[in-house]
């Protein structure tokens, strides 16, 4: 199965050689097809991305991508928003759960966060209006706000997850959040067996902070759902251990929730588990879910030990170390 790799920026590459090496111990039948892009690619060769990785991402479906660097101010617009408006990958899906051996406040977070991907103030539409005014537009639409409604629906019902909440700020955006809320109310009559309930955005944030098991599925905007997904990452130990899935009809592009962390970068100091586990999420939809429970339990295991651990989490070791200790355990595992 050929999958498209774009090991991205900053840490990217280290992460991704991480995927590579336990890919090869498990013995799956990916073939890695790797593309260039990000800030890195874009000094050397003045494009973002290289000419072959649309067709590439089109031909096979399947992409796993390394964090790629979107600098501040610039005409240089998000490779990941490109990637995800080309693609029409609308739900971006983000488990976070706590992990045996990683400190965090709390031990029992076991949340999934569905965030719309391909429209809200993302959207791109801004200028300026005069030389001191800039103008940003959010754009909410119906048939985007119930398509992703019905993808939360639909995953509850498949997960056997109890409760889904729709995040908004209808109080204040009547129109584009009473838009999106309104569409949430209209698909959850379809899925009367699972409770559905709406917490407006601000709200959320204090009561994930102080009580995160009262949440079970959120689905969100686009906005209030990049930022919420980092702060649920904050819950269970940090950015290291955020997967995700952006999932469009016939394309999906895993990738972990953080960003190319240049100050670690090139340091062997990353911690791969984001990645990993975005591996994880990719072989179970692609027919190897056992190969991806050998992976989640070695995974897991290493952490569990902590001898091996990265410093984010107070580790004293780097992301090759833990990288080979992880293809260790496996390697015993199926052997
Ligand atoms: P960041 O996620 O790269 O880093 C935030 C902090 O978390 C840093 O201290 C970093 O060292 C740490 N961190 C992140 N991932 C880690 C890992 N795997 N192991 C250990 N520590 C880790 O966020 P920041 O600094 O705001 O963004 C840096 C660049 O990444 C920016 O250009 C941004 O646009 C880009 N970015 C790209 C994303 C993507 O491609 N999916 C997502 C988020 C940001």
Request: net charge negative.
């Amino acid at each position: 199965m050929k999958v498209v790799l774009i090991p991205g920026d900053g840490i990217g590459k280290e992460i991704s050689e991480s995927v590579k090496k336990v890919s090869e111990v498990l013995k799956t039948n990916i073939e890695w097809e790797t593309h260039s892009a990000g800030a890195e690619y874009y000094e050397k060769s003045g494009k973002l991305f290289d000419d072959d990785l649309m067709d590439a991402i089109q031909n096979t479906g399947i992409a796993l991508k390394g964090p790629t660097a979107t600098p501040i101010g610039t005409g240089f617009r998000s490779i990941n928003v490109q990637l995800r408006q080309r693609f029409s990958t609308y739900a971006n899906l983000r488990p976070v759960h706590s992990i045996i051996g990683v400190k965090s406040r709390y031990e029992d977070v076991d949340l999934v966060i569905v965030r719309e991907n391909t429209e809200d103030l993302y959207k791109g539409i801004e200028y300026m209006y005069d030389a001191n005014t800039a103008h940003g537009i959010k754009l909410i639409t119906r048939s985007a706000s119930e398509r992703i409604a019905r993808f939360a629906f639909e995953y509850a019902r498949k997960h056997h997850r109890k409760k889904v909440t729709a995040v908004h700020k209808a109080n204040i955006m009547k129109l584009c959040d009473g838009l999106f809320l309104e569409s949430f109310k209209n698909v959850a009559k379809d899925y009367p067996e699972i409770e559905s309930d709406s917490v407006i955005v601000d709200a959320l944030c204090m009561k994930l902070v102080t009580d995160p098991a009262q949440f079970d599925l959120l689905v969100s905007e686009n906005l209030y759902g990049d930022i919420i997904s980092d702060l649920c990452a904050g819950l269970v130990g940090g950015l290291g251990f955020a997967p995700s899935a952006n999932i469009g009809e016939d394309v999906v592009i895993y990738e972990a929730v953080h960003g190319s962390a240049p100050d670690i970068a090139g340091k062997d100091m990353a911690n791969p588990t984001a990645l990993l586990l975005s591996f994880c999420m990719l072989l179970k939809n692609h027919d190897m879910k056992d190969k991806a429970e050998v992976l989640e339990k070695a995974i897991y295991a290493v952490i569990e030990e902590g001898k091996y651990t990265t410093q984010d989490i107070g580790g004293n070791e780097g992301c090759k170390a833990f990288t080979e200790e992880v293809c260790r355990v496996i390697e015993n595992e199926i052997n």
